[in-house]
């Protein structure tokens, strides 16, 4: 109807009547209509335009009839399902289960029937579609025909000769073990799953892995106890290290979803001895994927295992020589914080912080800066100003000057983070005292740290505190440093609103007798006065700048 609509409306606005014809054939178009060109779409070599295809011919399907659903909809796929070729067989496996529930016993029979004869199809991306469409297909069988043709059609579909075709039995398998009893699971699944799990593809074992956390709720406790620990043993120590990151990830996971009673004996048995192992693994990807769930553990095993067996893990990693594992440890300490409290974390952990803080390789001092913001967000402004500010400050006077400009950064975000009141009373004072230093690179800091803190600290703190260093430093011996003070002045105007007083004080820094910052002060003129060059448009410039610098200030 809104087609029939839009069509109509621009008949009428271009003043054609040959467009209606068309909106009246489409408002009579029904469902059975459209279904021959999508059929046809449904058979095409392009994979998306197929994919396309079925995705409207299964919306169609839920608007059909139950009787028109046997005459219109049910042929189309038992057409697209004997096709000749393997393009129209593959569409089919997608609409099976869409018109399953809704035919009379007769066409489900003929369905079901259809759906045996691809999941043995002779083409392997024919048994590929009915694979991945066999959990989604079982939901919509009665419990007795899932027991009697899904499981046989799993099994076979496990055991194909195509691993791409077994990895997607694997997924299906999920959905078979939430349709069946408790005590079918061992008979009718386990014994594949098991065989999945140790099969000798790695494509396969890498989609056990990472299906693992689903098959462990859908087979239940004692299952799990049985069969999945150690199998899960198994992946955490495969040959491939794929198989292992993936097994790794769901570490956390699957150690939560084990049964109370016996949790903690399994995971300090089985699970924790792998861990270890995994924790110096040769691959950085398998470090990485344990790093970022190993934290969590400290919540299951409680606060004695956590100071006993994980903090070692801990620190092994927060040393490691992967940034991304050293990352994703410091990015999950509040997890051991509310197991352990923040006294013992910053008694095991933060010596090793401290010492990568100041590590002979800069990239390594810089890797700890960029984490810095999110460790002292965990780990609140009490404890940071305690143990963590001094070394913040440190940064600032590094050798390196990547170090240098990345501390100014850290100092902006821990401003925004803890606030203008913190950053006047901490932060601001010890800038500022850099100010004095004989060092001329570490007054250049100081310049580099008020541009970045002048917008995150305010109006107030930039004008009463940071503003008169600036000017006081437009005096300083280093050219270098008065350049920078002209930069910084531009850099921080607009945050000195409705500040005329000081235009002055600007003045006489900007257009005094060094003539670095005069050239400088080209940065405030407009690209048309860049030519001017005389004396008597100097003055112009200035005035121009001091608009900048004080927006809303007054018109000369």
């Known amino acids: 109807r809104q087609v029939t609509a839009t069509v109509s409306k621009m008949a009428g606005a271009d003043g054609d009547d040959s467009l209606y014809p068309i909106a009246v054939l489409i408002d009579e178009l029904r469902n059975e209509d459209v279904q021959p060109p999508l059929e046809s779409l449904a058979t095409v070599e392009e994979t998306v335009v197929r994919d396309k295809a079925v995705e409207s011919l299964r919306k169609i399907s839920q608007e059909h009839s139950p009787v028109d659903l046997e005459v219109h909809f049910e042929p189309l796929v038992k057409r697209l399902a004997s096709g000749d070729w393997f393009t129209s067989r593959t569409s089919a496996c997608g609409l ?30 024919v048994r590929r579609a009915a694979a991945s469409k066999l959990g989604e297909f079982a939901k919509v069988l009665e419990l007795d025909y899932v027991k009697s043709d899904i499981i046989s059609l799993f099994t076979a579909l496990a055991s194909d000769e195509q691993d791409s075709v077994r990895l997607l039995a694997v997924e299906a398998c999920v959905s078979i073990a939430t349709l069946l009893p408790q005590e079918d699971l061992e008979t009718l699944v386990m014994p594949t799953l098991r065989q999945a799990a140790e099969d000798k593809s790695w494509r396969v074992r890498y989609m056990v892995a990472d ?43 699957f150690c939560e979803n084990l049964p109370e009673d016996s949790r903690e004996q399994i995971i300090m048995t089985h699970i924790l001895p792998c861990v270890k192992e995994l924790v110096s693994d040769t691959n950085q990807h398998v470090k990485s994927a344990l790093a970022s769930v190993i934290m969590g553990l400290s919540t299951i095993l409680g606060k ?74 965990q780990l609140g402004v009490e404890f940071f100003d305690e143990k963590l500010n ?35 009373n901490t932060i601001v004072p010890k800038v500022l005292g850099m100010a004095n230093d004989p060092n001329y690179l570490h007054r250049m800091t100081t310049l580099f740290c008020i541009n970045a803190l002048s917008e995150a600290c305010g109006q107030e703190i930039t004008t009463k505190q940071m503003l008169p260093v600036v000017l006081k430093m437009a005096n300083d011996q280093v050219a270098n440093v008065r350049f920078n003070v002209a930069k910084s002045l531009q850099k921080i105007g607009p945050v000195l609103e409705s500040l005329y007083v000081l235009c002055p004080h600007a003045r006489r820094c900007l257009l005094g007798p060094e003539a670095e910052l005069k050239i400088s002060f080209v940065l405030f003129q407009r690209p048309s006065d860049r030519s001017q060059t005389s004396a008597g448009k100097a003055d112009h410039r200035y005035r121009h700048g001091c608009q900048i610098l004080c927006p809303g200030g007054p018109q000369w």
């Open 96 to 125: 099976f289960s869409v018109c399953y529930p809704r035919v009379s016993s007769t066409v489900k029979a003929e369905i079901r029937q259809h759906f045996r004869t691809l999941c043995s199809d002779d083409t392997p991306m």
């Open 304 to 377: 004695d295992n956590t100071i006993e067996h994980l903090l070692p893990l801990f620190l092994a990693q927060l040393k490691d020589e992967c940034p991304e594992v050293r990352l994703n440890i410091i990015s999950n300490l509040d997890c051991v914080n509310e197991v352990i409290g923040i006294r013992q974390l910053s008694q095991s952990l933060l010596p090793a912080i401290v010492e990568l803080a100041e590590d002979a390789k800069w990239r390594v001092r810089l890797a700890i800066i960029e984490y810095m913001p999110l460790l002292a967000g």
């Open 211 to 253: 299906k693992f956390s689903e098959l462990q709720k859908a087979v239940g406790p004692e299952i799990t106890k049985n069969d999945l620990v150690p199998a899960f043993q198994n992946l955490l120590k495969d040959c491939e290290a794929e198989v292992r990151a993936a097994a790794a990830n769901k570490v956390k996971e």
């Open 390 to 424: 001094t070394l913040c400050m440190a940064w600032l006077i590094d050798h390196v000057y990547a170090i240098r400009e990345a501390a100014t950064c850290n100092l902006m975000k821990l401003v925004k983070k803890f606030g203008h009141e913190w950053a006047q």
